[in-house]
């Protein structure tokens, strides 16, 4: 299957055929269920019987809950057409049992899943195509999107001369000649533009496999963690799957391999699968599980945080262990990490929300809280073990003799997509919507996560080995006097925990970084030469941060191999002061000093003239969509101004204030000689002594 859309009650489904696609329509009467009181549930039944949006409706026995011994008599209400669902929950919920009943008589199921992935579910279809899929890229540059101009538009990167109408009749040409399953746009704005314009030049240009054109969703703004993120509007065409880069950080992490494995593992069609963020995808794989084990996806969540004691809750509310890095430059460090620790630590000691607390068995087996683990194999052992099997099995192909750079590819992309998926189990146990979250279970995690590289820590100490830093499942060390081997250190504690701890890198040296308050080691920011091959590792500093230009970014990795090479800040400093020097002469092209950021607001909104407020203010002016959670791309043209002058947008013609980016390349700097007690003020004091400078190259 390639689509599934629905129509008149009826789903339409693109089968994939050994040339292309064709629809297949079919009856489908998906459901609800009501659970609660029998009064309550025969009321419901009775109000709804004359509903037109109502099937059939019966009385079934569920699981409602992950913690059930036993299945419960639940209302089954069948639903005429899958969009009235949602629809029919609310009615539900306002009017029969809040004019009938109080609040929380009645508990809603199966609700709000995705459509395409209910009806995989209820029919057992696979939503992945059993063919090898054909692919058109389609690129819209911000400029041309501005203008609301499709003549702009790369077809597969190529760009098409002659104008608007010359490009549409190319692109029409390209999806009849080629036959494309999908579309992966760079904006999904793509999509209403090529319809707009199609229908101006009197061009014949579907998108889909029939005319047709369907927006399933406006764009939002969402919040996330902390994090403001844009979630743009959502379309879709008959017989096409459309990728939008924009709205998928699936695909620009997994690719479409890692897309489709991902469609297989949770039942989502490959367009669901794309636009997806990674906890729904999570929520949507557990739900599989769910229904195998026949239990009830809850419409929303109603488990309260179990009563504790004050002692228990001091104990609990931590998060996982940190050793304060040695600032510094170390020789000879190898990086061991636990293989995906937090998500090993749920199948290894069984941890779940039904498991966790449990009342029929008495243990305290969580480390340092009062809290019981069930013997009985828990739920999230089951969804996440075989994802932790198969990317172990991936890496492992990876790593082999004889496989082909396209096979490794495609491995790489569906591991890297699994090993997002693994990092969110943890964090959706805590998180308060969870579907199947619980946050003693998120609290038991950490728990033996502290225990686990706290033990680790000794047990590699005592073999002779010194830890330098350690930080949630990695930990750094160095060799001692006459250490044990590492290998067999290692392989030891992996069989007392249970989880494999992996020798990640050998390092020929490792750099710890400061914070920029202190001498106290940063957690996160380091950078090291990788032995025995010509690579270096970074984390957390200036060439690893995705607000960075590019040119401070090589800049930084030019600054990292002079240190290695020369083990001496002094040549760091005067190779800043080169890419510096041509910052002055206006040497540097242009589209290397554009900034990305993420707005967090809308335009106006800001308190304070920030360069993004600037900067979304010049797009706004120049007729881009912009807006809170949105990227907003702009090169600082004078950084002494205030509002949209301060800034300008890429494509816009322009200068550059190269202050403000010797400014940059200097806090680059700074990171890198850092470690070794050299901060901007004698950066500067040695440059100053070293050649006539002008206030410009420091910023100010």
């Given amino acids: 299957m390639l689509t599934v859309q629905f129509e008149d009650g009826d789903a339409i489904v693109w089968a994939t055929t050994a040339a292309s696609a064709r629809p297949e329509r079919h009856a489908y009467t998906p459901a609800l269920f009501v659970g609660g009181p029998s009064k309550a549930r025969t009321h419901v039944r009775a109000a709804l019987a004359d509903d037109p949006k109502v099937g059939d409706m019966a009385t079934v026995h569920r699981f409602p809950d992950l913690h059930a011994d036993e299945r419960e008599p639940v209302l089954r209400v069948a639903v005429e057409r899958v969009g009235e669902i949602r629809t029919l929950a609310r009615e539900i919920r306002t009017h029969h049992e809040a004019g009938s009943f109080g609040p929380g008589t009645l508990r809603l199921y199966d609700v709000d899943l995705d459509p395409g992935a209910r009806y995989c579910l209820d029919t057992g279809r696979s939503p992945v195509p059993d063919r090898d899929l054909r692919t058109l890229a389609l690129d819209l540059p911000a400029a041309a999107r501005a203008d609301d101009d499709l003549s702009g538009l790369l077809i597969d990167g190529d760009p098409i001369d002659g104008g608007e109408a010359r490009t549409l009749a190319t692109l029409a040409d390209r999806l009849d000649r080629d036959d494309p399953d999908v579309l992966v746009c760079s904006t999904g704005e793509i999509v209403p533009l090529v319809a707009a314009a199609a229908d101006r030049h009197g061009i014949d240009c579907p998108l889909g496999r029939r005319p047709g054109l369907d927006q399933r969703a406006g764009a939002n703004t969402v919040e996330s963690y902390g994090r403001v993120l844009h979630s743009p509007a959502r379309y879709s065409v008959p017989g096409r799957v459309i990728v939008d880069r924009e709205g998928s950080f699936l695909h620009d992490d997994g690719g479409l391999p890692g897309l489709r494995d991902l469609a297989e593992r949770s039942r989502r069609p490959l367009q669901a699968t794309a636009r997806g963020s990674i906890g729904t995808i999570l929520t949507s794989i557990e739900i599989r599980e769910a229904r195998a084990r026949d239990v009830l996806v809850p419409w929303n969540k109603w488990e309260p945080e179990a009563f504790t004691t004050v002692p228990t809750l001091y104990d609990a509310d931590r998060g996982g262990f940190t050793f304060a890095p040695s600032v510094g430059v170390h020789e000879d460090v190898i990086e061991v990490d636990f293989a995906s620790l937090y998500p090993s630590i749920m199948v290894e000691y069984n941890v779940s929300p039904e498991t966790v607390g449990c009342d029929c068995c008495a243990n305290d087996r ?335």
């Fill in 366 to 700: 969580v480390p340092g809280l009062e809290y019981s683990i069930c013997d009985d194999r828990g739920f999230m052992a089951d969804v996440l073990a075989p994802l932790i099997e198969d990317r172990a099995a991936m890496k492992a192909r990876m790593a082999a003799d004889g496989i082909s750079d396209a096979e490794r590819d495609r491995l790489a992309a569906q591991a890297d997509a699994l090993k997002w998926i693994l990092v969110s189990s943890f964090g959706y146990q805590g998180y308060r919507n969870a579907k199947f979250g619980r946050i003693e279970a998120h609290e038991a995690i950490n728990a033996f996560a502290r225990e686990i590289l706290l033990d680790a820590k000794d047990r590699l100490e005592a073999a002779g080995w010194r830890v330098v830093h350690g930080i949630v499942d990695s930990l750094w060390v160095t060799a001692g006097e006459d250490p044990d081997p590492i290998a067999d250190v290692a392989a030891s504690i992996s069989e007392t925990v249970g989880i494999d701890l992996e020798l990640e890198d050998r390092f020929d040296w490792v750099a710890f970084v400061p914070r920029k308050d202190s001498r106290a080691g940063a957690l996160t920011r380091y950078f090291g030469r990788v032995a025995d091959r010509e690579e270096y590792k970074r984390r957390g500093i200036a060439a690893r941060r995705r607000s960075t230009c590019e040119y401070v970014a090589e800049t930084q990795k030019a600054l990292i191999e002079t240190f290695d090479r020369e083990r001496d800040p002094e040549p760091v400093c005067e190779r800043a002061q080169r890419a510096i020097d041509r910052l002055e002469r206006g040497a540097v092209d242009a589209e290397d000093l554009v900034i990305r950021t993420r707005a967090t607001r809308d335009p106006g909104a800001y308190d304070r003239h920030t360069r993004t407020a600037d900067a979304l203010a010049r797009a706004k002016r120049a007729g881009l969509a912009v807006g809170a959670g949105r990227d907003v791309r702009y090169v600082v043209s004078d950084d002494t101004r205030q509002g949209p002058e301060r800034v300008r947008l890429p494509f816009e013609d322009g200068a550059f204030d190269p202050a403000f980016y010797a400014d940059r390349v200097l806090r680059a700097c700074e990171e890198v000689v850092a470690p070794v007690g050299w901060d901007r003020d004698r950066i500067e004091r040695y440059l100053a002594g070293t050649r006539e400078l002008g206030l410009a190259a420091f910023g100010g």
